[in-house]
């Protein structure tokens, strides 16, 4: 038996490839898993995605998750070619700032659900220092071939179309399965690579010219249809050779992650209760805290049996000061207002809930019909 036969052959697959970037993500302070599984729903079987890495901070009370999705090719006799065009950022039918993340915590996905907020995180990562990770395009990329080394000749896009499927289909799993599996309050953003190692090229069109150009990197957004929806996902191709140094700027991307999440959060709680559409995001958790102590107190005071419903919350814009609002009469609001106890308990649930350590009081609840 040759003893280094099957060494040298095994060389001609990816799984070398999987193991180099692997240590790469290390010795970058990244969380790695090879070879995760995920359902893919449309096929309804089950597949592998080559790598998923993270790096994971704490941010005030939610755990920041900056994740890789990563898929690595390999292939000696051919390279892959992006066809391009020049890039129209006006176009109405694309979206150049697709943002894929996912949250649990209500105050955070309130600011994400703002209209245009995607642009504006692109927009604000990039000023914060984060040079090339969220880019946006320098030309559309609309289509891709392998090409033989050595001839030119085109081939056929089967195994770069399998790596950008298996990017956004891993994502879209992902992001349907953490509200199953992660109960604390977290924020995950994606971010999908598909590597080669090879040699990575950009043959631009612009009219009947054609120009040829060799490439470390380049940004694709690709439109897919995900379980019945269409979909953006931003795909960055990147050389095997130069993936450690491009590394960097996702290292810086977390970090940014980290400020932008947490300025997003303040945003959120800065002057809340001035704000119903805010304060009523956050209503139900309000109420779960007061509602015993008000039980209580109302009973005590009137024999009645209040509903948690029946809690609520206004500005009082003469007093400059929160009410809690109640459908009692001016007798029992007097008692409450009055009651040491009752209202150091509806105090701290405004501090835990709202993040307001002031002033408040109890008023009737006025419905006008």
């Given at each position: 038996?040759?003893?280094d ?8 697959t ?16 990244w969380t ?10 449309f096929?309804?079987?089950?597949r592998?995605?080559?790598?998923l890495a993270?790096?994971?901070s704490?941010?005030q ?16 006799s051919?390279?892959w ?5 020049n ?5 109405p ?7 894929h ?10 600011e ?5 907020m ?8 990039i ?8 880019s946006?395009?320098?030309?559309e ?9 050595t ?19 891993a ?8 509200s ?8 995950y953003?994606f971010?999908?690579?598909?590597i080669i ?7 631009r069109?612009?009219?009947d ?18 379980k ?16 450690e ?5 996702y ?11 947490d300025?997003?959060?303040?945003t ?8 119903w559409k805010?304060s009523?995001v956050l ?6 805290k007061?509602r ?10 009137s ?6 419903a029946?809690?609520s919350?206004e ?13 009692e ?16 308990a ?14 408040f ?9």
């Open positions: 038996m040759e003893s036969k099957y060494a040298k052959e095994i060389l001609k990816g799984f070398v490839l999987e193991i180099k970037i692997a240590d790469a993500l290390r010795r970058g302070g790695v898993i090879s070879n995760k599984y995920y359902e893919d729903d096929e309804g079987s089950v592998e995605i080559d790598l993270y790096k994971v704490k941010v009370h939610i755990s920041v998750y900056t994740t890789l999705l990563i898929s690595c090719k390999k292939s000696d051919n390279i070619a992006l066809l391009a065009r890039i129209n950022l006006k176009d039918n694309s979206d150049w700032w697709p943002l993340a996912w949250s649990n915590d209500k105050a955070i996905l309130f994400l659900s703002k209209p245009g995607a642009k504006t995180y692109h927009e604000d990562i000023k914060f220092g984060v040079h090339e990770v969220l946006v395009p320098d030309f990329v609309f289509a891709f071939q392998e090409m033989n080394r001839s030119g000749t085109p081939q056929n896009d089967k195994n770069i179309f399998s790596s950008l499927t298996s990017l956004m289909k994502q879209a799993y992902e992001l349907g399965a953490l199953q599996r992660k109960k604390s309050p977290s924020i953003q971010n999908l690579i598909s190692d090879s040699d990575l090229i950009r043959l069109l612009d009219g010219n054609i120009s040829q150009a060799s490439i470390e990197s380049e940004h694709y957004i690709s439109r897919y249809i995900i019945k929806n269409e979909i953006f996902s931003r795909i960055r191709f990147v050389k095997a050779s130069c993936f140094e491009k590394l960097k700027d290292g810086n991307l977390h970090e940014t992650n980290c400020r932008w999440f300025r997003t959060c303040n959120f709680y800065d002057g809340i209760l001035k704000d805010r009523s209503i139900e958790d309000f109420r779960a007061v015993w102590p008000i039980y209580w107190a109302v009973k005590h005071a024999g009645a049996q209040i509903e948690t029946g809690i919350l500005w009082n814009e003469k007093d400059n000061l929160p009410s809690v609002t109640l459908l009469d001016q007798v029992v609001i007097a008692q409450l207002n009055n009651d040491s106890k009752l209202k150091s509806v105090s701290s649930a405004l501090k835990d809930v709202y993040r307001y350590a002031g002033e009081r109890f008023a009737i609840d006025e419905i006008p019909f």
